[in-house]
């Protein structure tokens, strides 16, 4: 697992809910995570049209969210979150820091951004949407 957190550590629901999530990513736990999802959640990584939502609608329900997984977190060999700090607001909470794929061939790529999740009283995340540059990202590719 490799989770760094410099937030504030309190119990609240969406903060709660994004650490699980960046947990069971960080662990490829992938059915872990999709159980953190309600089934109508929406995922959009990143916000807007992208390589893995061209409409820019981004996911939908499970069968998306599992799909997005697939062509997505599933082609990195790890990945790392270094997230420095945390704003939560009602349902909502706003992570800011990077996450980092070590992709294979021994390369690695980061992700700055600001990452914003939304749970529903029974406390599954009903929207995740990540605000990251994918150019900006890009230009970070470095061996590992």
């Known amino acids: 697992m490799k989770v760094n957190w410099s937030g504030p550590e309190d119990d609240h629901p969406a903060r709660t809910a ?25 995922l959009e990584d990143p916000v807007g049209p992208s390589i893995f939502s061209q409409d820019g609608k981004g ?37 800011i820091g990077t996450i980092t794929s070590f992709l294979p061939g021994g390369q690695r790529l980061d992700a700055e951004g600001v990452f914003v999740y939304k749970v529903g009283n029974d406390g599954l995340i009903h929207s995740l949407r990540a605000f990251w540059e994918f150019d900006r990202a890009m230009r970070t590719i470095r061996q590992a």
């Open 59 to 95: 996911h939908r329900g499970h069968g998306e969210i599992s799909a997005f997984w697939d062509i997505s977190i599933a082609n990195a060999e790890r990945i790392e979150f270094t997230m420095r700090d945390s704003y939560a607001a009602g349902d909502e909470v706003a992570n």
């Open 18 to 42: 994004s650490r699980r999530s960046m947990d069971a990513v960080s662990r490829g736990a992938k059915e872990e995570w999709l159980a953190l999802f309600a089934p109508d959640a929406t």
